[in-house]
C-alpha cells in the first residue's frame, strides 16, 4: 500500500471511524490492530514472507518481558544480531541468510522501537494479552510503519490510557497537515525529482563548460531539496493522519537548511532518529569515554570521538552497502571536525568571542550554506552509485567539480540568506494588527488551490504514484 495515496487515506480514515465508535480500550486496540496487520501484509505476496518479521517482533517480545528476570544484554545483542542478519548487511556470510522474498519493509523502524523497550521501556507495557497487543500496535502502528518518525513508548501509550481531544480545531489542523504532506511528495518533489533526472539524461561531456557547470550543479544541488520535500511530505501526511487516531506522532524536521552548523543541522533534520541515537548511543558512548580517560584536559575532545562514531553508524544504518558505508563516515567525519572546530574557536577567541562570532550576519549565512554544501556532497553517496559517481565526475572534469562546488556554496548562501530574511519577515505583514499569511483564511486558501492541483495531477494528468526515499531503508 502505498503511502501517500487515496487509497491509503480511504484506508486509514475508515478505520479512524471505526477506532472513534467507541471509547473502550480494547475496541480502539482491536481496530487499531486489524489496522496494523492488514498495512503490514499489504506489501507481502504470500503470508510467509511475514514469518521472520514475525519472528523478530518475538525475540522483542520476549525481551521485553523477561527483561525483568535479567538477560537483557542477551536480548539487546539478540535483537541487534537478527536485525543484522535480516537486512542483509555485506558482513554476513552468505551462507549464513535467509532466501530473499520475506518482507523487511519498516523492520528498520521497528527495529528502534523495539531496541527502546527491550533497553528501557519495559516498566510501562502492560502484562499479559493487553501488553502483547499494546506492544503490536506501538511496534506495527501503520501511520508510521513505513519510514517513521520513531515514537517512544510512553508517548504512545499515553494515547491508550487518556482519551486525547480530536474537536473541530484538531481535525481541521490535521487536513491541512495532510494536504501539505501531500503536495510536498506528490507535486514538489516529483518535479523537482523529474528535474533532477532530465539533467542527468543531458549532461554530456561534448557540452561547453559553463553548461555542464550549471547542470552539474543543478544535479547535485536539487537532490537535498528534493529528499527534503519528500521524507517531510511524508512526516506531514502521517502526522495528520494519525492524529484522527488521536495519536500523536512526534516531529521529524524543524527547518534543518536554516542550520548554521552540521550538529545542528541534524538536531533539525530526522529529529526523532537523532534524539533516539543521542539517547542510546551518543549519551552512553560520552560517559564511558569520560569514566575511561577522566583527564579534563582531554574531555572536550571525547565530544569529537563520539559524534564520529554516533553518526557513523546512522550512515551505516541507512543502507548495506559500501557507498553508505562511506556516507557514514562523511557524516561522522563532519560532526566531528565540527565539534573540532567549534573547540578550537573557542580557545583561542575566548567563549565570549565565539558567541558574538556565530551571532554575525555574515558568518551565519556562510555557515549556513557551508552546511547544506557538506551535506549535499555527503548525498552524492546516498543516492547513487560508486560507478554512477565515476562517470559523473568524468563527464564534468576536476576544474568543473571543483567550480561547481565553489558555485553551489555561494549560491546556497545567498538563497538561504534570503529565505531566513523572508522568514523573520513573514509574521510582520499584517492587516489591522492580524497577520496575513499565517492567518487562518490564507491558510484555507492555499489548502485549497493545494487540495485542487493534487487531484488535478491525479485525476486528469493521471501522475504516477510518489515514491518514499526512506521507505527502502
Not at 523497550?117 to 516498566?123: A, F, K, Q, R, S
Not at 543521542?278 to 575511561?292: A, D, E, I, M, N
Request: hydrophobic share 55%.
Amino acid at each position: 500500500m502505498t503511502v501517500p495515496s487515496f487509497f491509503f487515506l480511504a484506508f486509514a480514515l475508515g478505520c479512524a471511524l471505526a477506532f472513534n465508535l467507541s471509547v473502550a480500550r480494547w475496541w480502539r486496540q482491536g481496530v487499531l490492530l486489524f489496522a496494523n496487520v492488514y498495512f503490514l501484509q499489504s506489501f507481502a505476496e504470500d503470508w510467509r514472507q511475514l514469518l521472520p518479521f514475525a519472528g523478530f517482533l518475538a525475540l522483542g517480545y520476549a525481551g521485553v518481558v523477561l527483561r525483568p528476570r535479567g538477560g537483557s544484554w542477551f536480548f539487546l545483542l539478540a535483537v541487534l544480531a537478527v536485525f543484522v542478519w535480516l537486512k542483509r548487511y555485506l558482513f554476513v556470510p552468505p551462507e549464513l541468510l535467509l532466501p530473499q522474498g520475506y518482507l523487511t519493509v519498516g523492520l528498520s523502524y521497528v527495529f528502534f522501537r523495539v531496541m527502546h523497550l527491550v533497553i528501557d521501556g519495559w516498566e510501562t507495557v502492560p502484562k499479559g494479552i493487553a501488553g502483547l497487543i499494546s506492544y503490536v500496535d506501538y511496534t506495527l502502528n501503520f501511520t508510521s510503519l513505513v519510514s517513521g518518525p520513531i515514537q517512544r513508548f510512553e508517548d504512545y501509550r499515553r494515547f491508550e490510557t487518556k482519551n486525547l481531544p480530536l474537536g473541530e480545531f484538531v481535525i481541521g489542523r490535521a487536513v491541512e497537515r495532510i494536504l501539505i504532506g501531500f503536495f510536498k511528495v506528490y507535486i514538489l518533489s516529483a518535479i523537482l525529482a523529474s528535474i533532477q533526472g532530465a539533467e542527468i539524461d543531458t549532461l554530456s561531456a561534448s557540452q561547453p563548460w559553463t553548461t555542464r557547470l550549471v547542470e552539474g550543479t543543478v544535479i547535485a544541488g536539487i537532490y537535498p531539496v528534493y529528499l527534503y520535500l519528500n521524507f517531510s511530505g511524508y512526516t506531514d501526511f502521517v502526522i495528520g493522519t494519525a492524529r484522527f487516531f488521536r495519536i500523536e506522532l512526534p516531529e521529524n524536521f524543524d527547518r534543518p537548511f536554516s542550520a548554521g552548523n552540521i550538529i545542528s543541522f541534524w538536531s533539525k533534520w530526522h529529529m526523532s532518529l537523532t534524539q533516539w541515537i543521542k539517547t542510546y548511543v551518543f549519551s552512553p558512548l560520552l560517559l564511558t569515554l569520560f569514566r575511561r580517560f577522566p583527564a579534563p584536559s582531554i574531555a572536550p575532545f571525547l565530544g569529537v570521538i563520539a559524534f564520529f562514531v554516533t553518526f557513523f553508524l546512522v550512515g551505516f544504518w541507512h543502507g548495506q552497502t559500501s557507498e553508505f558505508l562511506f556516507f557514514g563516515i562523511l557524516q561522522g567525519g563532519g560532526l566531528a571536525a565540527n565539534n573540532l572546530c567549534q573547540i578550537t574557536l573557542a580557545r583561542k577567541m575566548g567563549r565570549s568571542g565565539y558567541a558574538k562570532l556565530t551571532k554575525n550576519a555574515i558568518y551565519a549565512a556562510l555557515m549556513r550554506g557551508l552546511t547544506f554544501t557538506w551535506f549535499t556532497f555527503t548525498l552524492l553517496w546516498f543516492w547513487s552509485n560508486w560507478a554512477q559517481l565515476h562517470g559523473f565526475a568524468s563527464v564534468l572534469g576536476a576544474e568543473t567539480s571543483l567550480a561547481l562546488w565553489l558555485v553551489l556554496l555561494v549560491a546556497a548562501t545567498a538563497i538561504l540568506e534570503a529565505l531566513e530574511r523572508l522568514r523573520l519577515l513573514t509574521p510582520a505583514i499584517s492587516i489591522a494588527g492580524e497577520p496575513v499569511l499565517t492567518s487562518r483564511y490564507t491558510r484555507t486558501v492555499l489548502s485549497t488551490v493545494m487540495a485542487v492541483t493534487i487531484l488535478v495531477a491525479a485525476v486528469i494528468l493521471s501522475a504516477p504514484a510518489p515514491h518514499i526515499v526512506y521507505k527502502t531503508f
